[in-house]
């Protein structure tokens, strides 16, 4: 009954004092009574929260299927094999060992007469790698296959059988053989490569094992070893995998990764220059024929790969790449004059002419993310393109470029001036770096302006989003003039519109409710990512002090309200920016206080009782949290932020709807209590008479319920809390007024205040 047990060690130990049970000869045979009657506990325990239980539950349930084979049933097979996935490496692993137990178990019997059709001989491993595929498809996880790969990969040696692998893909089956499906090829390159990626770096998935790992002597020689043996397979294979998947953009997504983890010296030291050749030229053609961003975007980084300037096949590379960016430039200049003339000529370019135009960006896009295409000099154009399709659109006439090739110019402008700054900066040695500094800014500031337009007058969604991130991003990268005082005037600093422009952005498509909306699950989960990206890019500026801390009130504001959502890259947004400045940070603080409390009072009369009410109040709570307990390390901070809130609720003093009434903004005082007890005793006192002066009149006598957040922040600096409801009598008031009121050294703007 101590498998049942509540604390974890118990269960534990109870499991690894059945392990030697279950070893025995003598005892298995007896068990199986226990087996029958505990089985599904056993089997249960692989889920148990603790980790290590868990781990030496599947253990267990190995033993049981190596002693007892026929008690376990397909069902309970198929909860150990749904482990493989699991995010916890240690059981996955273990489940991993129990499918080498159950399902994949050598049997070179059965491969003896297998064939291909040109007759060569099947490797051992070729029916548990086709078991492997059909386990994998038949699990429906297709986006995973990372996660099964590492829990096999130390424990199955199928897992590195490349030759075994490629065989399957490229060999055409024999008279007993069946050959592989569409969905079968895919899903054992995807294998493939994931095990390629994972014995060249040594590295698990993300989310399995520490982020940063410090490899032993032994793993790092096992993965040196790993990358030349997959490089010495793939440098001749890869060229015939290519060459046969060609068309599919699926398998070309993942088969073009491959070279990206190769031992690029092996195609000089093993004279491979013809296999670099073939390489170079499929990679060629697959830009020529593919427009998925997939399949570009890896063909984009593996070239990128293969042109290291310190490699020896660097010359050979850099000039299969000039040709490529060549094409692809003047694939563009092409397909814009064709679509561009059939405007011109008030026609409606077809469906071809708008491809053709589209995927061509598209590519520059991609490309020059990862190549320097300032050679090119196609600049220019791009920004022409864009200011040209604002304008049209702002005039509501006929746009020169497709909606869609618009956002591609966006993204290869900011690319270009990306490239443009590395250049400046690698050539700062130069006679022309003055003129090369001065141009850079020039086309950094009328991009910059151009995107500004787009975010604050355009209709198109898609164009405003890609020009809000390009701003961002490049507000941080010009931010400081890096290589001294050649290089000082690329630093480039907003003017008081564009944080404005930014500000509107995000309060108009982050902090939107969209649990109404027509979209399924997965739709959400990326247009949440997608907010978080906007979101994160804004707050970074306030991080880096690139704009004012104060325009992060508005982000502030929303901390509760989208607390799920956004809520960690809000708090570090706030613990950077009092990093960066306290009192600065108090200040934003108190104004997005203010800007939830005037939304309020615009929808009517403030009910302190309600929700929206203690919403706000929730948010000061929150705010106050972040100050942690140190006062006196936050003593100016605290201090300014209660300043700053009476102020508020006191202007204006007299209530335009009743002269004898309380001030209109009174109640934000009781959102105002809510940071009291971070204030030090003499704090108190010196805000107590700052409060009095600023009520004209004194305090008054009235007990009304629009008095009491004045008596409520008042009784919390005397008394120090902040739930004393009930106003005292008025000569109490006074007594305390004058004990605390009557000493000259209170005044607000003494040094006790200032401190």
Not at 709 to 722: A, C, D, F, I, T
Not at 723 to 748: L, V, W
């Amino acid at each position: 009954w101590t498998l049942h047990d509540k604390v974890g060690d118990v269960r534990l130990k109870c499991l690894q004092s059945l392990q030697p049970l279950y070893s025995s000869e003598e005892l298995k045979n007896k068990l199986e009574l226990f087996t029958s009657k505990f089985k599904d506990r056993i089997v249960s325990m692989t889920l148990d929260k603790e980790i290590e239980v868990a781990v030496e539950a599947v253990k267990l349930v190995i033993s049981i299927l190596k002693y007892h084979p026929d008690i376990l049933s397909d069902k309970d097979c198929e909860h150990v094999y749904e482990l493989v996935f699991s995010s916890h490496r240690a059981v996955a692993q273990a489940a991993g060992e129990f499918l080498n137990e159950r399902l994949f178990i050598p049997d070179e019997e059965a491969v003896l007469d297998l064939r291909t059709k040109r007759g060569k001989a099947r490797l051992p491993n070729t029916p548990l790698i086709r078991d492997l595929v059909q386990f994998f498809i038949e699990s429906e996880l297709h986006e995973h296959g990372a996660y099964l790969v590492d829990s096999l990969i130390e424990s199955n040696a199928m897992m590195k059988d490349w030759e075994c692998m490629t065989d399957l893909l490229i060999e055409e089956p024999g008279p007993k053989e069946e050959d592989l499906d569409d969905k079968q090829e895919t899903s054992l390159i995807e294998i493939m490569v994931c095990c390629i990626r994972q014995s060249a770096t040594g590295e698990p998935p993300i989310g399995r094992g520490p982020s940063k790992r410090t490899l032993s002597v032994r793993e790092t020689k096992q993965i040196q070893d790993d990358k030349i043996g997959l490089t010495s397979h793939f440098i001749t294979t890869l060229p015939h995998l290519l060459h046969k998947y060609l068309v599919d953009h699926d398998k070309m997504a993942n088969l073009l990764v491959i070279p990206q983890y190769f031992d690029l010296e092996i195609y000089t030291t093993s004279r491979q220059e013809k296999a670099l050749e073939q390489l170079l030229k499929l990679i060629q053609e697959t830009v020529e024929k593919h427009s998925e961003a997939e399949v570009l975007e890896t063909a984009a980084q593996t070239l990128e790969k293969l042109c290291d300037k310190n490699l020896p096949i660097f010359g050979k590379c850099d000039t299969s790449r000039s040709r490529l960016l060549d094409t692809i430039c003047n694939n563009y200049r092409e397909s814009f004059d064709e679509y561009s003339s059939l405007i011109n000529g008030d026609e409606e370019p077809e469906e071809d002419e708008r491809f053709a135009l589209i995927s061509s960006l598209k590519k520059i896009s991609i490309f020059y993310n990862c190549h320097d295409m300032s050679r090119l000099n196609i600049w220019n154009g791009l920004l022409q393109h864009i200011t040209a399709s604002t304008e049209a659109m702002k005039e509501e006439a006929v746009l020169p470029l497709p909606v869609e090739a618009v956002r591609y110019c966006v993204d290869g402008c900011y690319f270009g001036l990306l490239w443009d700054k590395m250049n400046v900066i690698e050539n700062k040695d130069r006679d022309t770096t003055a003129e090369a500094v001065v141009e850079l800014k020039s086309k950094l500031e009328q991009f910059i302006e151009a995107c500004k337009q787009i975010i604050r007058d355009c209709k198109e969604v898609s164009w405003k989003e890609q020009a809000f991130l390009s701003v961002c991003d490049l507000l941080i990268m010009f931010a400081h003039a890096e290589g001294g005082a050649k290089l000082a005037g690329l630093q480039y600093t907003a003017d008081k519109e564009l944080p404005e422009v930014l500000n509107k952005f995000v309060q108009e498509y982050v902090f939107i409710d969209d649990s109404e909306e027509d979209m399924d699950d997965h739709q959400k989960i990326e247009e949440l990512h997608k907010r978080r990206n906007f979101l994160a890019s804004y707050c970074k500026l306030v991080v880096y002090n690139i704009i004012p801390t104060i325009f992060a009130a508005d982000i502030l504001k929303h901390y509760v309200t989208f607390y799920n959502d956004y809520g960690d890259i809000i708090k570090a947004t706030l613990g950077k920016a009092r990093e960066n400045n306290k009192t600065n940070c108090a200040k934003t603080m108190v104004q997005s206080l203010i800007f939830k409390f005037t939304e309020l009072q615009e929808g009517g009369d403030i009910d302190r009782n309600g929700e929206d009410f203690h919403s706000i109040k929730e948010l000061a709570k929150r705010f106050a949290l972040s100050f942690g307990l140190d006062a006196v390390k936050n003593r100016e901070a605290v201090t300014i932020l209660h300043r700053e809130g009476i102020l508020v609720a006191v202007n204006p003093l007299e209530n335009p709807e009743d002269a004898a009434g309380a001030p209109p903004n009174l109640p934000f005082l009781e959102i105002l209590t809510e940071f009291t007890n971070k204030l030090l005793k003499q704090d108190k006192k010196v805000l107590l008479d700052f409060l009095d002066r600023r009520i004209a009149g004194g305090v008054p006598s009235s007990r009304s319920e629009v008095w009491a957040p004045l008596h409520m922040y008042r009784n919390s600096l005397v008394h120090g809390e902040g739930e004393s409801m009930p106003p005292p009598p008025k000569k109490a008031y006074q007594r305390r007024r004058k004990r605390s009121g009557s000493d000259d050294d209170d005044d607000p703007d003494d040094e006790d205040f200032r401190l």
